[in-house]
Each structure stands twice: as structure tokens, then as C-alpha cells.
């Protein structure tokens, strides 16, 4: 079955940098769109990046524009997310997400969160 696995979250001062990784397995990622989406408390779950199956075309999230890179390493069935300058609304629990191939983009595929924590 597919499996999308997260790590990098952790606690980092604002103004920091961590770099997510999302590993997966049962689907090959060259083959899908992936994404990037968080969960703040007390908020809905946004959107904060993808990419098309090729990654060459990316999208952002206003908010993270230009502090956020999505990429990916096909080889190693990898996508990842640079979070730079981070700030405290940034903490969030942050899901990766596969794609659907075809037709309206839908993700039927999420991994099981990371947490990050931005301290002010």
C-alpha cells in the first residue's frame, strides 16, 4: 500500500531553517504531483506548496512564498520541503501529500505529520 513518511519537523527559533523530508513507498512519486500542506491549532489545514509530477512547475502558498522551496529527488522517491526564515506562525503540523495523475488535483495519499515548532 502506499506510505508517505515525514521527518525534519522539530523546534527552531524563528528566523531558522529546517528542511522536511517525505519518503515514499508502494507509489512512485515521478509518476504524481506531491505537496505540502500544515495544520495549525485551532485552524483548517492549508495548503503550503506542490509540485507537478516532473517538479519542474511549483506553487506556494502566499504566506510561505519566497521563505519555502519544494523539491524532489525521484531517485530516491523523496520530496522535500526548505523552510527558511522561519516565523512563529509557521508552527503547524506539516503533511505530505500524493497526487492524482489525471483530471481535478485531488491528494488521496497523505503521510502522518511532522511537527514544527517556531519559538519567538
Known amino acids: 500500500q502506499v506510505q508517505l513518511v515525514e521527518s525534519g519537523g522539530g523546534l527552531v527559533q524563528a528566523g531558522g531553517s529546517l528542511r522536511l523530508s517525505c519518503a515514499a513507498s508502494?507509489?512512485?512519486?515521478?509518476?504524481?504531483?506531491m505537496g505540502w500542506f500544515r495544520h495549525a491549532p485551532g485552524k483548517e489545514r492549508e495548503f503550503v506548496a506542490r509540485?507537478?509530477?516532473?517538479?519542474?512547475?511549483?506553487y506556494y502558498a502566499d504566506s510561505v512564498k519566497g521563505r519555502v522551496t519544494i523539491s524532489r529527488d525521484n531517485t530516491k522517491n523523496t520530496v522535500y520541503l526548505q523552510m527558511n526564515s522561519l516565523k512563529s506562525e509557521d508552527t503547524a503540523v506539516y503533511y505530505c501529500?500524493?497526487?492524482?495523475?489525471?483530471?481535478?488535483?485531488?491528494?488521496?495519499?497523505w503521510g502522518q505529520g511532522t511537527q514544527v515548532t517556531v519559538s519567538s
Open positions: 501529500a500524493s497526487g492524482t495523475q489525471i483530471g481535478c488535483l485531488r491528494w488521496p495519499y
Open positions: 509540485d507537478n509530477r516532473s517538479g519542474l512547475a511549483t
Open positions: 508502494g507509489r512512485t512519486i515521478s509518476l504524481y504531483p
